[in-house]
């Protein structure tokens, strides 16, 4: 049983255990010197953490922590559900919501281990969208992947592997990338345009020429 004294000077006092709205099913546990901690249900059941007892500095802190790996971990397979992440993307949204980087650090650890973060998979849906939306050059997306987190060696892996299953995928792209501009610009702008995509001039003219066959 916590000490209930008001004025243990080796403990925190307990102001308050309330569920707070978006926070799952943890507990904001606060104190009379305004610190505070998400608490899991059952920590809080199994130490009796109420309004009015006095906690032991290290068994607050010890509960801080077992709680945050746990909530952590939890928010990282949420995110997860929602859509594929890279470990760097996981990162930043951990990192916003408030968590510490030795929990962030655990729970993507954890994540990694147990295959619920793949890069592989990833790149894969990732590309698929990116291609149809928005098509740009393998270049182009190759650095993009290494934006959200890949390393160089899994973004040209990625992009190597897409290759392999279509043939001229790179005049496909330039093709899809001008068909989505459509008849907004003259010629000249429509080069331009492609050439920001990343597509090189000896593509353009492979492409000029592909189209002049077709017609």
Same mark, same amino acid.
């Given at each position: 049983?916590?000490?209930?004294?008001?004025?243990? *000077?080796?403990? &925190?006092?307990?102001?308050?255990?309330?569920?707070?709205?978006?926070?799952?099913?943890?507990?904001?546990?606060?104190?009379?010197?305004? %610190?505070?901690?998400?608490?899991? *249900?059952?920590?809080?059941?199994?130490?009796?953490?109420?309004?009015?007892?006095?906690?032991?500095?290290?068994?607050?802190?010890?509960?801080?922590?077992? %709680?945050?790996?746990?909530?952590?971990?939890?928010?990282?397979?949420?995110?997860?559900?929602?859509? /594929?992440?890279?470990?760097?993307?996981? !990162?930043?949204?951990?990192? &916003?919501?408030?968590?510490?980087?030795?929990?962030?650090? %655990? +729970?993507?650890?954890?994540?990694?281990?147990?295959?619920?973060? %793949?890069?592989?998979?990833?790149?894969?849906?990732?590309?698929? +969208?990116?291609?149809?939306?928005?098509?740009?050059?393998? &270049?182009?997306?190759?650095?993009?992947?290494?934006?959200?987190?890949?390393?160089?060696? /899994?973004?040209?892996?990625?992009?190597?592997?897409?290759?392999? !299953?279509?043939?001229?995928?790179?005049?496909?792209?330039?093709?899809?990338?001008?068909? +989505?501009?459509?008849?907004?610009?003259?010629?000249?702008?429509? !080069?331009? &345009?492609?050439?920001?995509?990343?597509?090189?001039?000896?593509?353009?003219?492979?492409?000029?020429?592909?189209? +002049?066959?077709?017609?």
């Amino acid at each position: 049983m916590l000490d209930e004294s008001s004025s243990s *000077p080796s403990g &925190k006092l307990v102001t308050s255990v309330r569920k707070k709205k978006g926070a799952s099913s943890a507990l904001l546990v606060e104190a009379e010197d305004g %610190s505070s901690f998400f608490c899991l *249900p059952d920590l809080a059941t199994r130490y009796d953490i109420r309004r009015g007892v006095s906690v032991a500095v290290e068994l607050w802190q010890r509960l801080l922590h077992e %709680s945050e790996l746990v909530l952590c971990y939890n928010q990282g397979v949420s995110l997860l559900t929602r859509r /594929e992440h890279t470990r760097r993307e996981l !990162e930043l949204g951990l990192q &916003k919501r408030g968590y510490s980087p030795a929990a962030i650090r %655990s +729970s993507l650890d954890t994540l990694t281990s147990q295959g619920y973060i %793949s890069h592989h998979r990833f790149a894969e849906v990732w590309l698929r +969208s990116r291609i149809r939306k928005h098509p740009e050059s393998l &270049k182009m997306l190759t650095q993009r992947l290494q934006a959200k987190g890949l390393s160089r060696e /899994e973004a040209s892996q990625a992009i190597k592997a897409l290759s392999q !299953e279509h043939e001229n995928l790179e005049l496909d792209l330039c093709a899809a990338a001008a068909d +989505s501009l459509g008849r907004r610009f003259s010629d000249l702008e429509l !080069e331009r &345009k492609l050439l920001s995509r990343g597509f090189s001039s000896s593509t353009l003219r492979r492409w000029h020429s592909h189209g +002049s066959a077709d017609e």
